[in-house]
């Protein structure tokens, strides 16, 4: 029984292009987060998703950054025209209902140089 | 201002010492959920607390709900090497119930031998 599966674990992207990172969340969860880490910040909270429904985005940029979490396939954190301040440590996690404990994915670490 | 106030934010102990971190907030929480981060991967669930003065074990740590549900405690015993890591407590305040967990800053713990 897999876990929550994040690819890729390491993305490096120029200024200007765009990142596209993925979340195939555990067998049997319907509810998807999208949290950011950076070591002065800790974990921000930036979407929350369930199947085909964007339920929460107010953590997350209204500019260059988008979510979906289609009805197959794997939940997208997208950003456009990446800068240097999105270089951070991108986690998702996924929970069978609200209020149950999350699991979270290993993470993308997204460098922009 | 961080809805979630973790002490202290980083401990460094030999092995076999005691130790006590806090989690503290202004708001009521239906529930706080305390996990463990190790460097390069992904926050796991340690547990959940739900019920206020609620104390739960987990082998060497005991962790506590606070009576008025605002904070929590996770005490360690006889610290390993094992324990190091970045403790962080989370949670969904009653007044925003049905959102996704909010996560404080983190205590980094270093056990060494």
């Known amino acids: 029984n897999a876990g929550v599966m994040q690819n890729p674990r390491h993305l490096v992207r120029r200024r200007g292009q765009e990142a596209r990172l993925r979340c195939s969340p555990m067998?049997?969860?319907?509810?998807v987060y999208w949290y950011r880490q950076l070591p002065e910040e800790g974990l921000k909270f930036m979407v929350y998703?369930?199947?085909?429904?964007?339920?929460?985005e107010s953590g997350m940029p209204k500019e260059r950054f988008s979510a979906e979490f289609p009805k197959e396939g794997p939940s997208i954190l997208r950003i456009q025209q990446v800068v240097r301040g999105d270089s951070a440590a991108y986690f998702c996690a996924s929970s069978p209902a609200q209020d149950i404990g999350y699991t979270f994915g290993s993470g993308t670490r997204l460098t922009v140089v | 201002t961080q809805l979630l106030e973790q002490s202290p934010q980083f401990l460094s102990i030999q092995e076999g010492e005691n130790l006590t971190v806090y989690c503290n907030s202004s708001s009521v929480f239906s529930s706080l959920q305390w996990y463990r981060q190790e460097p390069g991967e992904g926050p796991v669930l340690l547990v959940t607390?739900?019920?206020?003065?609620e104390v739960k074990k987990l082998k060497r740590l005991t962790f506590q709900f606070g009576d008025a549900r605002k904070d929590s405690s996770l005490h360690i015993t006889a610290a390993q090497t094992g324990d190091t890591g970045l403790y962080l407590c989370a949670g969904a305040p009653v007044e925003q119930a049905g959102t996704a967990l909010i996560f404080g800053k983190g205590t980094t713990l270093s056990v060494s031998s």
């Open positions: 998703l369930q199947k085909e429904n964007i339920i929460d």
């Open positions: 067998k049997g969860h319907s509810h």
């Open positions: 607390v739900v019920t206020g003065g």
